[in-house]
């Protein structure tokens, strides 16, 4: 049995073939007894089981028995393959049902600590410490000063002008025909 890769002349490749690697779709060189088998484990195994079938109806046992034992040799690779391939498996699904154990804890433990601060009562403010505050007495010392600086921002702010609000203007009366010389027809009249 040979492997095609293991003809590979490089020397990177030379312990790659060793490695186990994936046995199950290598394809490997059989050198059986009816010249070379070339295939996959399972396709070696079905061919020598082929030719184990027909040595068999010809009445060659010993042929029989060598083509079965060249597809059991097969058989076994491929079982060993299989195995390491489902034992790979389980210890990977292992490792994701670990990790997934630790992200539920991990979200439990956050859950938890979200609502504990909720169930705490809070702190009195009124114990916490409290700046120094100065508080303006008004009193004034002997020379007229109470002893604060005073800023523009102390000073009393001007009242800002308010715009005025429009009038409206009367309208203008009516010109009628009279000139200003003649009387008024609807004025009393001044007594003399």
């Known amino acids: 049995m040979k492997s095609s890769r293991s ?9 790659r073939s060793n490695a186990g690697g994936n046995v199950i779709n290598r394809v490997f060189d059989s050198s059986g007894p009816e010249g070379k ?7 070696i195994i079905d061919k020598y089981n082929q030719l184990a079938r027909d040595a068999q109806l010809s009445n060659d046992r010993v042929a029989a028995e060598n083509f079965q034992q ?3 040799h097969y058989l ?27 992200r539920d804890r991990d979200r439990a433990a956050r859950q938890e600590q979200d609502s504990q601060p909720q169930s705490q009562p809070q702190p009195d403010p009124t114990q916490s410490p409290q ?19 005073e800023t523009p921002e102390s000073q009393p702010k001007p009242k800002p002008k308010q715009a005025r609000a429009r009038t409206t203007r009367k309208p203008k009366a009516e010109k009628t025909d009279k000139t200003p010389d003649q ?10």
């Open 7 to 15: 003809r590979s002349r490089s020397k990177g490749n030379r312990n």
């Open 37 to 43: 088998v070339r295939g996959t484990p399972q396709q």
């Open 70 to 72: 060249h597809a059991e």
């Open 76 to 102: 076994r690779l491929l079982s060993e393959a299989q195995r390491e391939v489902e034992a790979r498996r389980e210890e990977q699904e292992r490792q994701n049902r670990e990790r997934q154990a630790e």
């Open 131 to 149: 700046p120094d505050v100065v508080v303006d007495t008004g009193i004034v010392d002997d020379d007229g000063d109470s002893g604060l600086v």
């Open 183 to 192: 009387p008024d027809n609807n004025a009393p009249e001044a007594a003399e």
